[in-house]
Each structure stands twice: as structure tokens, then as C-alpha cells.
């Protein structure tokens, strides 16, 4: 079951779905990762049998074994996407291309069979449709999470000989709660979030439990979000606990860490190289030392700062914490670099701006 023209997805819609009314107080207000829709689909896979049993059901709490692999050796991967209501009616997704064979190199790394790209495809398409009333109006969005797991139970140390794939949908507004205005971040000094030759590059869960931790710190000291260094040298910037990273320099130009293999590929990072530099601006992949940082932003020379994601699109960075002290960015206000970058591309994911690259993915 390895061509979409050989996979047959059943159905099996719920008989007891939210009610509008219910749905519709819901999605005034959803905020991230805290309103569900009302079903999810499940794919199975066994070393025998390969990708079977594809399914649209009603969301609902699954059984594992408690030998299962993933609770015992942490097997696990996951993706972030977003559908979104078009003005014209229709409702698209941004480059869900990408977040399949983001998938795909995501269970290369952690030793998991790869779901081919066509039924990642129509995993989400098949979603979505049955769920497009989830989906809030205007600035919203349904955020939707493919995720991975080892489910055979035994107890021994080698890759699963059995996976279930899920994905569900979530109605959400803006990611951090204070909206618009700058964020700030904290900058750690105690914890890495990878090294080379680790996971860096996966999207695994595993990368995030770990940097649980220093986020807790960061609120800690009143921030939004942890900004982490290399495991090293700890000088080198790499990315926030989930965004990549981009410093707008006084000349224009765009500075982000380089994929080393240490940091996730953001598929924004991606498409925000991609615009800067159809707009004739000058993007270096490079490394940037926090050190570098601090004396940029004293210079004038660091004009800008922002951060990036599915999530949060782009957020910009107005203050770093530290225990050497803190680095001021911006006075309160997103830059216009930043401002022009998101809105190019929140117009594109929304239909509002021509897609000259292709990125918006139509499903009616």
C-alpha cells in the first residue's frame, strides 16, 4: 500500500459531533492547542504488512500496550501544519509537500518506515474536508498534527516492528498571548538543545522534552521563549525551543544559523530565504555568536531580530534575557523588515497575495 492510487481510506464519520453552537463559542477565542475537531486519521504499519488501514473516525482515546516501544525507547516524530479559510471560499494549506518529506527524513533519523509523500497528501486533505467547519474565520487557523509512533510491545532495544499514524486538527488563534508586539526571550546558559551527530534535525519529541526545562526557566524570568546555543562551544545561536531564527542587519541583509544538522529545517525559514532573496535581498546562512549579537545591537548594526514557525508564523524579537545581561532589539514595536516579511507571507498562505512559487495547496 504504497501508491495513493491503491489506498482506500474508509470512513466512519462520528454520531455524536460537537454541535454548531457549541463549535461556534469554541472557535470565538480557541487560542493554541486547546480546541479539537471532531475526528482524526489513523494508518497502521507492520513490518509484514507495511502501510494499512487507513481510516477517518471519530477522535477518540487510543490503547496501547504498556510494553509499547515509544513509551520504553521514545520512537516518536511529529509535523505542524496549517489549513486556512481563502477568501474566495476555498480553503488551502501552505506547502504541505514539504512537511511530508520533512516526515519522511524525520523516521529516516529515528529508524522509522517513511509514509510515502501521496498519502501523507491525502491523510490531510482527507481531514480537513470532513473538518473544514473547525477552521475559525479570519486571522484563525486548523493547525494540524501528523504524528508517528512505535506501537509493537516488546522490551528490547531495536527499531518497532509496528507504527500507527495519527493525525489530528486543532482550531487556533495566535500562538503567544500577548499577539502582535515583540517577544522575549531567554537565553540559556545552563542547557543545549542538540549536538552533532543527535536529532537536531528531526522533528521528535525527544528534542522537545528535553528543552522543557530551560522554556520553564525562560518563563521563569518573564519570558516568552528560550533561544539556545550550540552544545560545543556554547557561543553559536541555533534557535528557539521551536522557531528558527533570522537578524535583520542595518545594510538589509538577513542573517539565520546555517543547517548543520543541529537545528530543524523550517519549512518558513525556508520560504522566508526564498522571498528575501526574490526581493533582491541578501541572505547569509551563516553562524552568528550571541557575543556577535550583543555588540550588534549596541552598534546600531542589528536593526531587526525575529523568530519563525508554523505556529507563530513570524514573531518578532524585541528583548534577550540573560545572566550576563540583557540585549534590547526593539522598543515595543515590530519592525518594518519584519513586518514586510510577514505580511508577504501570511498574504500568500492566505490567497491574498500571488503564489508565483507554487506553495499554496488547494483542496476545494
Known sequence: MNDL????????PTDRPVPADVRAGLLKDPGFGKVFSDHMVTIRW???????????????PISLDPAAAVLHYGQEIFEGLKAYNLGDGSIALFRPDQNARRFQSSA???????????MFLQAVDELVKIDSAWIPKGDGSLYLRPFMFATEAF?????????????IASSVGSYFKGGEKPVTVWLTDRYTRAAE????????????????????????????????LDAAEHRWVEELGGMNVFLVMDDGSLVTPPLSGTILPGITRDAIITLARKEG???REERYSIDQWRADAASGKLKEAFACGTAAVVASIGKIKSSKGDIVVADGTTGPVTA?????LVGIQRGDVADEFGWVHRIR
Open 5 to 12: 492510487s491503491k489506498t482506500t481510506f474508509t470512513r466512519h
Open 46 to 60: 507492520t513490518k509484514d504488512g507495511g502501510w494499512h488501514d487507513a481510516q477517518v473516525r471519530a477522535r477518540a
Open 108 to 118: 529516516a533519523r529515528m529508524a522509522m518506515p517513511e509514509l510515502p509523500e501521496a
Open 155 to 167: 522490551l528490547g532495544v531495536r527499531p518497532s516492528y509496528e507504527y500507527l499514524f495519527i493525525l
Open 197 to 228: 551527530g543527535g536529532t537536531g534535525a528531526a522533528k521528535c519529541g525527544g528534542n522537545y522534552a528535553s528543552s522543557l526545562l530551560a522554556q520553564a526557566e525562560a518563563m521563569e524570568n518573564g519570558c516568552d521563549q528560550v533561544v539556545f
Open 281 to 283: 535581498r541578501t541572505v
Open 340 to 344: 514586510a516579511i510577514k505580511a508577504k
